[in-house]
């Protein structure tokens, strides 16, 4: 089963029709470039509805600010979205992973140099912030490191195109978040259920071939 992350959370309610919706994982922005960044006390407010796995969503934090929201929040998990190095992601594992915006193969290939099981690989948009963009990149790219790395397949899912994305990429996980919003930050509950619905869906006839 393909595991799904709805990433960029910021009310309760939306954590609470994602537990109901068996979603996997949830992911938490606590970068303030982003108009879906929490504060740790929303997350907390946030966790409280929810007992699956959650990660931590940062772009080029300390490593004293990981430690805190770690601290603070019970996050194990830490994805690390801007221009960290691959030192600075080795001193956060085992439970952290870096994603990468892809636009070519050299960005591939550059995300390869991060160590860990996990890798996110998420499109590379000039100028615009990284990640939640909206946009996808050639999943061609992501073929060949899905069958070398747990990875979670980001930029531009939605109920329309995940399925497909799935069954060209066979990633550990897809990553969503403005595939279903109202607004950034605010999750629509019809798209988080046609989301999971396409998802559930492919893998089942992935199942029975």
């Known amino acids: 089963m393909t595991e799904i992350k709805v990433c960029g959370l910021t009310r309760r309610e939306d954590a609470v029709r994602c537990a109901e919706l068996g979603v996997d994982v949830i992911g938490l922005n606590f970068w303030p470039g982003t108009p879906r960044c929490v504060d740790i006390e929303r997350a907390r407010a946030i966790l409280e509805t929810w007992t699956g796995e959650a990660v931590a969503v940062f772009v080029e934090p300390t490593a004293e600010r990981v430690a805190e929201v770690r601290e603070r929040t019970g996050i ?4 690390l ?3 960290e190095s691959p030192a600075f992601l080795a001193s956060l594992q085992p439970n952290a992973y ?4 892809v636009a070519d193969a050299g960005d591939v290939e550059a995300a390869r140099r991060f160590g860990g099981e996990h890798l996110l ?5 000039p100028g615009a912030m990284p990640g939640g ?5 050639d ?5 060949a490191i899905a069958r070398e790395r747990l990875l979670t397949l980001a930029g531009g899912l939605n109920p329309a195109n995940v399925a497909e994305a ?3 990429v066979r990633p550990f996980r897809v990553d969503v978040a403005s595939g279903v919003e109202e607004a950034p930050g605010l999750k629509s509950a019809a798209r988080l259920e046609a989301f999971v619905g396409a998802v559930r869906q492919v893998d089942q006839l992935a199942a029975k071939t």
């Open 81 to 83: 979205h801007g221009d």
């Open 98 to 101: 870096k994603a990468v915006g």
């Open 133 to 137: 963009t909206g946009h996808a990149f």
């Open 121 to 125: 690989l998420d499109a590379r948009v």
């Open 76 to 79: 194990r998990w830490v994805q």
């Open 139 to 143: 999943w061609t790219l992501a073929e």
């Open 166 to 168: 799935i069954a060209r």
